[in-house]
């Protein structure tokens, strides 16, 4: 005998990724762990963004780098000697709680105290993706041009602290970064603004700062 | 976008519900959008259709319903709907359509639900 059934399914995907997320949260938290989720757009600066906080900042560092490849970016963190783990994204657009979760397997808790994520290079499709950090730092240049805050809104929304990268070459690309700034505040007025160049190293102590008052601030 | 992935997702939920209610054939998936995901419903549709060939969703017919975006204006108190034209589809970045403050609650269309599911099961007589 066939029967036919209609089922109440009501399955949140959108829902099951936060669940998630903030199982990762409470795990953190555990473990007195300060994560920071890093995205932005591809070549902003995020891999020597945290190259360069690996060496500068106090405390034990962890990081998830999320890939196309995930050798890459994930073998430029190893030669410091700290715990890496790769991600390969291949065809994904975003990392997702999912993937993180399993990623955190693989690190050595108890001996970090700080848990860097590196997002994929895209500003749209992480968005509606919590990881479960911390907080959300979004990484910009202004080689992308001066007018990617204003096509990319939501993810400057979503983000606690912005960095505008590559200030020394904004000459050459004319790129307005006060009007980048701007652009930003419209959307966000509460959030930190940090111009950098990496290159220069222009800005990094504003960043370290920053990210430092957010883990106080949480009491981690 | 990422259709493909989240049409992965929506399919391994449909089968793992089907699966529960010892479903030989899926016969129905009823699939809600929210208009903030920016998700586009032809496409999900699209790869649903390929994506189930080899299970028991094969031949399925996919129904993907929209979400309207609801908000909450921290500004002027405004409570409701947005409309099509409240939104610009390239950047769909919610504002009160009453006093254009940005500053709003998104109460609505954020999420992407698998709603509902008609299935065909063998009774065990
Ligand atoms: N001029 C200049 N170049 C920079 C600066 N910061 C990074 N770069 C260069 O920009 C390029 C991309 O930097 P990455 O750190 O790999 O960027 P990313 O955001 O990690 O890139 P993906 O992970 O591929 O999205 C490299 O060639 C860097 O040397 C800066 O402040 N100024
Ligand atoms: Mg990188
Ligand atoms: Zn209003």
New binding site residues.
């Given amino acids: 005998m066939h029967k036919v059934a209609d089922i109440d399914v009501q399955h949140n995907i959108t829902k099951a990724n936060k669940k998630i997320a903030d199982r990762i949260t409470k795990k953190l938290n555990d473990s007195n762990i300060f994560g920071v989720d890093f995205v932005?757009a591809?070549?902003?600066?995020?891999?020597?963004?945290i190259e360069e906080l690996i060496q500068r900042m106090d405390g034990n560092i962890g990081v998830i780098a999320g890939?196309v490849i995930s050798k890459f970016?994930a073998g430029r963190f190893k030669k410091f000697n700290i715990p890496v783990v790769g991600l390969n994204t291949g065809k994904e657009c975003h990392l997702d709680a999912h993937l993180v979760e399993h990623a955190i397997e693989d690190m050595p808790l108890d001996n970090i105290d700080y848990l860097l994520v590196?997002n994929v290079?895209n500003l749209i499709c992480p968005v509606d993706f919590d990881l479960g950090s911390h907080i959300r730092v979004v990484?910009i240049?202004v080689s992308e041009g001066d007018d990617t805050v204003e096509k990319h809104p939501l993810i400057f929304q979503s983000a606690d602290l912005v960095i505008i990268?590559?200030v020394?070459?904004a000459g050459a690309v004319e790129a307005d970064v006060g009007k980048m700034v701007n652009d930003v505040k419209v959307l966000n007025p509460d959030v930190e603004v940090i111009k950098?160049?990496?290159?220069?190293e222009i800005g990094l102590s504003n960043v370290i700062n920053a990210i430092d008052r957010f883990k106080k601030r949480m009491d981690l | 976008m990422h259709e493909l992935a989240m049409a992965e997702s929506i399919l391994n939920a449909v089968i793992e519900k089907s699966e529960e209610n010892h479903a030989n054939e899926v016969i129905e998936v009823i699939i809600e959008i929210g208009k903030m995901t920016m998700l586009n419903g032809e496409q999900i549709i699209f790869m649903l259709e390929v994506l189930s060939e080899d299970t028991m969703a094969n031949g399925a017919k996919f129904i993907v319903e929209e979400i309207p975006i609801e908000v909450k204006c921290l500004g002027c108190g405004f409570d409701g709907k947005l409309g099509s034209d409240d939104l610009d589809p390239y950047t769909p970045l919610p504002k009160c359509p009453k006093c254009g403050n940005l500053k709003v609650n998104v109460k609505n269309g954020k999420d992407l639900i698998v709603k509902n599911i008609v299935i065909d099961k063998q009774s065990k007589l």
């Fill in positions: 932005g591809i070549g902003s600066g995020k891999t020597s963004l890939d970016d590196e290079g990484v240049s990268n590559k020394d070459i950098t160049s990496l290159k220069k």
